[in-house]
């Protein structure tokens, strides 16, 4: 019984663990949209600068989701508490 009750609040953790993670990923991906959104409209001719920062400030957001779903998984699935 108390194997079961430890289960269940890991799977409760990592489901907040991962859900907070999409959500954040989400915003910080909308945020830096739209901000380069707004520096296309404000100097078209820095593009090129803009849209090779906007790759990389993605991918370092996204990058921040995945590691998050990997700590999730870990204290899934590697619970020193279940014997």
């Known amino acids: 019984m108390e194997n079961a009750i430890i289960a269940a609040a890991a ?3 990592v489901g907040i663990t ?3 993670a999409a959500i954040g990923a989400g915003v ?3 945020l830096v949209t739209s901000k ?3 520096g296309i409209t404000r100097q078209p001719e820095a593009k090129n600068t803009l849209f090779v920062n906007t790759l ?3 991918g370092l957001i ?3 989701a995945i590691i ?3 700590m ?3 204290m899934l699935f590697n619970n020193p508490f279940v014997q």
Do not use: H, K, N
Request: proline share 0%; no cysteine; hydrophobic share 60%.
């Open 18 to 20: 991962m859900g907070l």
């Open 36 to 38: 380069f959104i707004d």
């Open 68 to 70: 998050a779903t990997v």
């Open 11 to 13: 799977m409760v953790g």
């Open 28 to 30: 910080g991906d909308g």
């Open 56 to 58: 990389i400030s993605v």
């Open 62 to 64: 996204e990058s921040m």
């Open 72 to 74: 999730a998984l870990i």
